[in-house]
T-cell receptor
Framework: KAGVTQTPRYLIKTRGQQVTLSCSPI?????VSWYQQTPGQGLQFLFE???????NKGNFPGRFSGRQFSNSRSEMNVSTLELGDSALYLC?????????????FGPGTRLTVT | AQSVTQLDSQVPVFEEAPVELRCNYS??????LFWYVQYPNQGLQLLLKYLSGSTLVESINGFEAEFNKSQTSFHLRKPSVHISDTAEYFC?????????????FGKGTLLTVNP
């Protein structure tokens, strides 16, 4: 089975721009979660989607949004980029919504905002 | 709200030495506990998890962790480390009931194994 894929792997944007990141989960997985990883804050939960609906949301401003498509692929969007948005964005998928499922992580998209 | 504290941000050890990576959590409800490992330039991989039952859980590569409810801890141990164990290790917690399936991570412990 192919793993979780994320595109693009690297991205450089300018402050004020917007960006869209993509995540393709493992085939058959219906839950997709997004995390932001920075050296200072560590791994922070952004949101989780299941069956095209946002089920959980972390403490991030409304500039961060996401969606999930009927094939379980997910995108996250960040509008009006700030320097502090520079981070590694990780996507993780699992078969169902339960907390007991193992999350499978993609390699991440490294976003640099200049 | 849940929180996870990994007491050591960096742990340097020599090859074949034992190691313990400490993790404490706070939660007002029953929890599931996880250890994930992140190798350089890669995503996270599950190392082991505690859901219920035996409080001692083991991974296939020699790591083990023990759930201690009274001390709200889930420390990770390995009796003899290898160079290849060099990585960042993350402890994580999730509610075992209700509808909040969010995974809360600690800030990570960088394990460096020296020859």
């Amino acid at each position: 089975k192919a793993g979780v894929t994320q595109t693009p792997r690297y991205l450089i944007k300018t402050r004020g721009q917007q960006v869209t990141l993509s995540c393709s989960p493992i085939s058959g997985h219906r839950s997709v979660s997004w995390y932001q990883q920075t050296p200072g804050q560590g791994l922070q939960f952004l949101f989780e989607y299941f069956s095209e609906t946002q089920r959980n949301k972390g403490n991030f401003p409304g500039r961060f949004s996401g969606r999930q498509f009927s094939n379980s692929r997910s995108e996250m969007n960040v509008s009006t980029l700030e320097l502090g948005d520079s981070a590694l964005y990780l996507c993780a998928s699992k078969p169902g919504q339960g907390a007991w499922y193992e999350q499978y992580f993609g390699p991440g998209t490294r976003l640099t905002v200049t | 709200a849940q929180s996870v504290t990994q007491l050591d941000s960096q742990v340097p050890v020599f090859e074949e030495a034992p190691v313990e990576l400490r993790c404490n959590y706070s939660s007002s409800v029953s929890v599931y506990l996880f250890w994930y490992v992140q190798y350089p330039n890669q995503g996270l991989q599950l190392l082991l998890k505690y859901l219920s039952g035996s409080t001692l859980v083991e991974s296939i590569n020699g790591f083990e962790a023990e759930f201690n409810k009274s001390q709200t801890s889930f420390h990770l141990r390995k009796p003899s480390v290898h160079i290849s164990d060099t990585a960042e290790y993350f402890c994580a917690v999730s509610d075992s009931g209700g509808s909040n399936y969010k995974l809360t991570f600690g800030k990570g412990t960088l394990l460096t194994v020296n020859p």
